[in-house]
Nanobody, 124 residues
Framework: QVQLVESGGGLVQAGGSLRLSCAAS????????MGWFRQAPGKEREFVAA????????VYADSVKGRFTISRNSAKTTVYLQMNSLKPEDTAVYYC?????????????????WGQGTQVTVSS
Protein backbone atom coordinates (compact mmCIF):
# COMPACT_ATOMS: atom_id res chain seq x y z
CA GLN A 1 0.00 0.00 0.00
CA VAL A 2 1.05 3.55 -0.59
CA GLN A 3 1.68 5.68 2.49
CA LEU A 4 0.58 9.30 2.33
CA VAL A 5 2.12 12.24 4.18
CA GLU A 6 0.46 15.68 4.02
CA SER A 7 2.18 18.98 4.73
CA GLY A 8 1.70 22.68 4.15
CA GLY A 9 -1.15 23.48 6.49
CA GLY A 10 -1.12 26.45 8.81
CA LEU A 11 -2.78 29.69 9.85
CA VAL A 12 -3.58 32.28 7.20
CA GLN A 13 -5.75 35.37 6.98
CA ALA A 14 -8.85 35.45 4.84
CA GLY A 15 -7.93 36.16 1.23
CA GLY A 16 -4.56 34.50 1.59
CA SER A 17 -3.13 31.37 0.01
CA LEU A 18 -1.66 28.04 1.06
CA ARG A 19 -0.31 25.09 -0.87
CA LEU A 20 -0.79 21.64 0.57
CA SER A 21 1.41 18.75 -0.47
CA CYS A 22 0.80 15.03 -0.24
CA ALA A 23 3.89 12.88 -0.68
CA ALA A 24 4.10 9.19 -1.36
CA SER A 25 6.14 7.05 0.96
CA UNK A 26 7.18 3.57 -0.01
CA UNK A 27 6.09 3.79 -3.64
CA UNK A 28 4.80 6.30 -6.18
CA UNK A 29 1.20 7.28 -6.88
CA UNK A 30 1.47 5.78 -10.37
CA UNK A 31 -1.87 4.20 -11.27
CA UNK A 32 -3.71 5.93 -8.43
CA UNK A 33 -6.24 8.69 -8.71
CA MET A 34 -5.81 11.16 -5.87
CA GLY A 35 -8.24 13.23 -3.88
CA TRP A 36 -8.35 15.89 -1.20
CA PHE A 37 -11.04 15.92 1.46
CA ARG A 38 -11.58 18.08 4.51
CA GLN A 39 -13.34 17.87 7.84
CA ALA A 40 -14.31 20.84 9.96
CA PRO A 41 -15.11 20.50 13.68
CA GLY A 42 -18.55 19.03 14.19
CA LYS A 43 -19.04 18.36 10.49
CA GLU A 44 -18.76 15.35 8.24
CA ARG A 45 -15.78 14.86 5.97
CA GLU A 46 -16.41 16.44 2.58
CA PHE A 47 -14.92 16.19 -0.87
CA VAL A 48 -12.67 19.03 -2.05
CA ALA A 49 -10.93 17.97 -5.28
CA ALA A 50 -9.68 14.96 -7.20
CA UNK A 51 -7.24 14.32 -10.04
CA UNK A 52 -7.11 11.32 -12.35
CA UNK A 53 -4.12 8.99 -12.38
CA UNK A 54 -2.89 10.65 -15.58
CA UNK A 55 -3.27 14.13 -14.16
CA UNK A 56 -5.32 15.23 -17.17
CA UNK A 57 -8.73 15.26 -15.49
CA UNK A 58 -9.77 17.12 -12.36
CA VAL A 59 -13.00 17.63 -10.45
CA TYR A 60 -13.82 20.13 -7.70
CA ALA A 61 -16.47 20.75 -5.10
CA ASP A 62 -18.60 23.76 -5.99
CA SER A 63 -17.46 25.52 -2.81
CA VAL A 64 -13.83 25.63 -3.96
CA LYS A 65 -14.18 25.80 -7.73
CA GLY A 66 -12.17 28.70 -9.14
CA ARG A 67 -10.15 29.11 -5.93
CA PHE A 68 -8.41 25.74 -5.45
CA THR A 69 -6.27 23.79 -7.93
CA ILE A 70 -5.27 20.15 -7.60
CA SER A 71 -2.23 18.86 -9.48
CA ARG A 72 0.33 16.09 -9.42
CA ASN A 73 3.96 16.07 -10.44
CA SER A 74 5.15 14.08 -13.44
CA ALA A 75 7.06 11.64 -11.27
CA LYS A 76 3.77 10.71 -9.58
CA THR A 77 5.28 11.19 -6.14
CA THR A 78 3.48 14.30 -4.92
CA VAL A 79 0.00 15.74 -5.20
CA TYR A 80 -0.67 19.39 -4.50
CA LEU A 81 -3.65 21.50 -3.52
CA GLN A 82 -3.13 25.18 -4.24
CA MET A 83 -5.65 27.16 -2.23
CA ASN A 84 -6.23 30.82 -3.07
CA SER A 85 -8.72 33.40 -1.82
CA LEU A 86 -9.14 31.42 1.37
CA LYS A 87 -12.23 31.98 3.50
CA PRO A 88 -12.87 31.26 7.20
CA GLU A 89 -15.25 28.49 6.12
CA ASP A 90 -12.28 26.69 4.53
CA THR A 91 -10.96 26.01 8.04
CA ALA A 92 -10.66 22.24 8.47
CA VAL A 93 -8.29 19.31 8.64
CA TYR A 94 -7.37 18.45 5.07
CA TYR A 95 -6.70 14.85 4.06
CA CYS A 96 -5.28 13.40 0.89
CA UNK A 97 -6.35 9.98 -0.30
CA UNK A 98 -5.40 7.47 -2.99
CA UNK A 99 -7.78 5.36 -5.07
CA UNK A 100 -6.59 2.62 -7.43
CA UNK A 101 -10.06 1.41 -8.50
CA UNK A 102 -11.60 4.60 -9.84
CA UNK A 103 -10.24 7.62 -11.65
CA UNK A 104 -11.16 10.71 -9.68
CA UNK A 105 -14.03 9.94 -7.34
CA UNK A 106 -15.91 12.41 -5.16
CA UNK A 107 -16.84 9.70 -2.65
CA UNK A 108 -14.58 9.09 0.33
CA UNK A 109 -15.59 5.44 0.73
CA UNK A 110 -14.06 4.70 -2.70
CA UNK A 111 -10.57 5.70 -1.56
CA UNK A 112 -8.17 3.07 -0.27
CA UNK A 113 -5.40 4.94 1.50
CA TRP A 114 -5.48 8.09 3.63
CA GLY A 115 -2.95 10.46 5.09
CA GLN A 116 -2.97 11.71 8.66
CA GLY A 117 -4.30 15.15 7.77
CA THR A 118 -2.99 18.70 8.01
CA GLN A 119 -4.75 21.58 9.77
CA VAL A 120 -5.74 24.67 7.81
CA THR A 121 -7.05 27.63 9.78
CA VAL A 122 -8.30 30.78 8.06
CA SER A 123 -8.82 33.81 10.28
CA SER A 124 -11.28 36.57 9.45
Amino acid sequence: QVQLVESGGGLVQAGGSLRLSCAASGRTFSGYAMGWFRQAPGKEREFVAAVSWSGRNTVYADSVKGRFTISRNSAKTTVYLQMNSLKPEDTAVYYCAADWKHDGSMYDHEYDNWGQGTQVTVSS
